[in-house]
């Protein structure tokens, strides 16, 4: 009996001693947050990372390192030896490249972090347009952690469907997929001292080619799959010759991809798309207690949001990129062995690919 209070007495105090041990460890971690790839004109690399600061003796809200180098991890050394704490990525929420290494390719960078088993494979990844490294190392006055400031954002636009969420273990499923290319979005800088998402970068498999503007992002969502929520503001004065102006919210939409086959193959596909929502604020002369004139706008919406879709697919045919996965959809339909014959780019550019949207308010607010 004795033996057991003595080993209990004994378990107690080695309890708080290991935890004060802990806790000195956990002080001396830099927690990577953030980390940015830029690609230097000399062919070398520039890394920054943002590392929040919990040391309550500094005024600084995050310490930034920067280095040049060949690999990542060749950067990760030179840095260390920048900082007196050790440097860990077990915290790493945002990967962000430049607009000039995207262009080279990725799969390099992404395979590298792939191969770190103290990253998660939920690490977002965003494109910026110019330099990674300067969006990343700048201050923002109204928001002290930058990496943070980074990270909300992607969250909140992504929840509005205004950007795709995109994670390495998206990213590389998609690239490793023959029938769909990546998406991710993309970051900007602006001058007055703040960044905003500027729409959604295209790639053919690992390179980025070309883009998706922000103000017609909703129209990629609506081809790509269902959701639930969003936002859209609508100009429809180019198709009614007169000012008018609708902002649909509270929207709901599905989606149906029609594959039709004939003797030489696949013929056309059509993308069938319902969308459900409020009319949230209309500046025009038709009446929406009038169901008449409520169906007309209806017919107007769908019509605007059909050219929107039929636009983007064509600029996804120029540039080769099937970033809506119509693929995918073609080798369920044919079959893998007839999908191996094909080169899917090439036949891409014959298929007529069409979009049908059918457009309906559910209602328009308390205003009669």
């Known amino acids: 009996m004795l033996k057991k209070c003595t080993c209990l007495l004994l378990l107690l105090c080695i309890i708080p001693v290991s935890g004060c041990g802990d806790q000195r460890i956990l002080e001396d971690l830099g927690f990577i947050q953030t980390t940015s790839y830029d690609l230097l004109p000399n062919g070398e690399l520039s890394f920054s990372v943002s590392i929040p600061q919990a040391d309550p ?21 030179i840095m260390s030896r920048q900082t007196g704490m050790m ?66 954002l992607l969250e909140k636009e992504a929840l509005g469907q205004t950007i795709p969420k995109v994670t390495l273990f998206n990213f590389a499923r998609d690239f490793f997929d023959q029938g769909v290319d990546p998406v991710a979005p993309i970051l900007k800088k602006h001058d007055n001292n703040y960044i905003t998402t500027d729409g959604i970068a295209l790639f053919r498999d690992d390179r980025y080619v070309t883009k998706i503007h922000s103000q017609d992002a909703l129209v ?28 649909f919210s509270s929207l709901i939409s599905t ?27 209309y500046i025009g002369d038709a009446k929406l207690s009038n169901e008449r004139e409520r169906r007309e706008l209806e017919q107007r919406i769908s019509q605007y949001i059909s050219k929107k879709g039929d636009a983007m697919i064509a600029l ?28 899917w780019r090439q036949e891409l550019q014959k298929i007529p690919v069409e979009c049908s949207f059918d457009v309906h308010i559910k209602d328009y607010g308390k205003f009669r």
């Open 57 to 77: 003796e500094t005024s600084a809200k995050r310490e930034v390192l920067t280095a040049t180098a060949k690999s990542s991890k060749e950067a990760r050394m």
């Open 87 to 152: 440097l860990v990525s077990g915290q790493l929420r945002n990967v962000l490249f430049g607009t000039s290494l995207a262009e080279s390719g990725l799969h390099g960078h992404l395979d590298t972090l792939f191969r770190d088993p103290s990253i998660s494979s939920q690490v977002k990844i965003s494109v910026v347009e110019g330099s990674a490294g300067e969006l990343l190392i700048d201050d923002y006055k109204q928001h002290p952690r930058t990496g943070r400031y980074i990270d909300m």
């Open 220 to 247: 990629f969502a609506f081809l790509k799959d269902k959701f639930r929520e969003g936002q859209i503001n609508i100009d429809l004065t180019e198709i009614n010759g007169k000012q008018e102006n609708v902002m």
């Open 255 to 281: 989606r149906k991809v029609k594959i039709t086959r004939g003797v030489q193959g696949v013929e056309k596909v059509t993308f069938h798309v319902k969308v459900t929502g409020s009319v949230l604020e």
């Open 316 to 343: 996804m045919k120029k540039h080769q990129v099937d970033n809506l996965g119509i693929g995918s959809h073609v080798r369920n339909r044919v079959g893998y062995e007839q999908w191996k014959k094909m080169n």
